[in-house]
């Protein structure tokens, strides 16, 4: 499935400009406090599928930037937070309903707007609760609940 020439699941990665960029904020502007907001991996919503929570490249996404947020900090940089976007799908303003970026989905084809738990909400709450950043191909049941 194609959405504006992207292949299903397709998010850019680049988590090594965004270590660039902390470093660069760091040495050119005094260290400022940083707080990352708004984070996170798209999928292209596929009614075919159902409420399928199979979203590993999200949490590979999640884990590459947290990864790249973390060796700033530890080399200095003053990084406060991160943000992932998004706990729900939502109605996103380019997209409508057909982008999700979720950790949770929700069915906008059901009346009663039904959310389900994706493997990348599993694994961020294990992560939160002090889990390891990897490995992440580990299956749905193996993260706590």
Request: aromatic share 16%; no cysteine; charged share 20%.
């Amino acid at each position: 499935q194609l959405l504006f020439g992207l292949k299903k699941d397709f998010t850019p990665s680049t988590p090594w400009a965004l270590n660039k960029m902390l470093g660069h904020l760091q040495l050119k502007y005094k260290n400022p406090v940083v707080m990352i907001h708004e984070n996170g991996a798209a999928s292209i919503a596929d009614p075919s599928a159902g409420n399928a929570p199979d979203d590993e490249f999200r949490s590979q996404y999640l884990q590459d930037y947290i990864e790249a947020t973390l060796e700033s900090s530890r080399n200095g940089s003053n990084v406060r937070g991160y943000f992932v976007w998004s706990f729900l799908d939502v109605f996103e303003y380019l997209f409508g309903y057909r982008m999700g970026f979720g950790l949770y989905g929700v069915d906008f084809n059901s009346e009663e707007r039904t959310r389900y738990q994706r493997h990348s909400a599993k694994w961020f709450t294990s992560f939160l609760r002090g889990g390891e950043l990897r490995p992440v191909a580990l299956p749905g049941n193996a993260y706590s609940q």
